[in-house]
Nanobody, 123 residues
């Protein structure tokens, strides 16, 4: 079992930046592909970004390309999401998740989830 704990959310003005962290424990972190998802009120949980075990491959939904960067530090069992040029439409609860699957964009393939961290972007 892998336990995931997100941190770093908060309230920021449009155009600002936040860095989310997700600390993993209870498993071999480097064996998992990691993803970030977000869920706005009344909406589905959507894919944001993902990174492969070694960090060699990263993937983003179109709306965050060029603004968000996913990275990982396998020595620290942590995955990060650097979010720049934030927009009000980025407001959501952000979740990190772990998977052994190669289908990184589908939330159904992720076996382990964190509890989420709220990101609120004011206009």
């Amino acid at each position: 079992q892998v336990q995931l704990v997100e941190s770093g959310g908060g309230l920021v003005q449009a155009g600002g930046s936040l860095r989310l962290s997700c600390a993993a424990s209870g498993g071999t972190f480097s064996r998992y592909n990691m993803g970030w998802f977000r869920q706005a009120p009344g909406k589905e949980r959507d894919f944001v970004a993902a990174i492969r075990q070694s960090g060699s491959g990263t993937y983003y939904t179109d709306s965050v390309k060029g603004r968000f960067t996913i990275s990982r530090d396998n020595a620290k069992n942590t995955v990060y999401l650097q979010m720049n040029s934030l927009k009000p439409e980025d407001t959501a609860v952000y979740y990190c998740a772990a998977t052994n699957s190669f289908a990184l964009g589908s939330k159904g393939t992720y076996a382990f989830w964190g509890q989420g961290t709220q990101v609120t972007v004011s206009s």
